[in-house]
């Protein structure tokens, strides 16, 4: 049974069987000092302060045995995945597959690019690498997706502009409704958090939809059976 939740610009139809909870690049990598978030040169703080919000989400979808899937901008310890147009970008303190203090900056399997301790995936959730910006490049996450039967994601995570704001970008073309949890999601500067977010909603949502999570809640509490 489909449900609404109060959205702009205007309410979100989530049907359940065809939904699922995407959390997007909540690594340490961008949330602690010393990894890529932080050699870019910006100021982590803002977005540890979201994983309450995170955490209620997944709450939300695993208390309903609705599918999860996170995703982790990651390379390979060889970088061949890693064009050089994104390794040599600026003018970092150190640069991807470089030795951080959370062990190579953005390299698959290292402590930096785990997802958080609070948010961490459980068995059975779907967990993407991604070595772009957006989660459809080269991740082969549409055929996943679609053989599943999902055709509305719930998106959470960071950065808004960035890799969140892309992956939904992405998501939009090939077909899929994206519902944006506002308290979910995070930027480094808060100013482009708010207008990524009006960007999506705006010409009568040419993006998708973003929502205030007591929406998704009460939404949730109405009309979906609990336990
Ligand atoms: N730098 C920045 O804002 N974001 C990224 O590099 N990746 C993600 O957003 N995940």
Redesign the pocket.
């Known amino acids: 049974m489909a449900i609404t939740v109060e959205a702009r610009p205007y309410p979100f139809t989530l049907d359940p069987a065809h939904a699922a909870l995407v959390v997007?690049?909540m690594?340490r990598d961008?949330i602690e000092p010393g990894g890529?978030?932080a050699v870019?040169g910006?100021d982590v703080s803002r977005l540890t302060a979201i994983i309450p919000s995170v955490a209620a989400l997944l709450s939300l979808f695993r208390g309903q045995n609705l599918p999860v899937l996170h995703t982790r901008?990651a390379h390979r310890p060889d970088l061949s995945d890693c064009p050089p147009a994104k390794r040599l970008r600026g003018a970092p303190g150190l640069r991807i597959g470089d030795e951080g203090a959370m062990g190579r900056i953005l390299v698959a399997g290292e402590p930096g690019n785990a997802i958080v301790p609070e948010l961490a995936p459980l068995t059975g959730e779907m967990v993407i690498d991604k070595p772009g910006?957006g989660m459809f490049w080269a991740t082969g996450l549409h055929e996943i997706l679609s053989e599943k039967g999902i055709t509305q994601l719930v998106i959470a995570?960071?950065?808004t502009?960035?890799?969140?704001q892309t992956s939904m970008r992405e998501a939009n073309d090939r077909g899929y409704e994206c519902l944006l949890i506002e308290e979910a999601t995070e930027?480094?500067f808060p100013e482009f958090k708010a207008s990524a977010i009006e960007m999506i909603v705006a010409q009568g949502g040419i993006v998708g939809w973003s929502a205030r999570l007591a929406a998704l809640e009460t939404a949730f509490a109405r009309e979906l059976v609990h336990g």
């Open positions: 997007i690049d690594q961008f890529f978030g870019l910006n901008e910006k995570g960071v950065t502009e960035v890799c969140v930027s480094y």
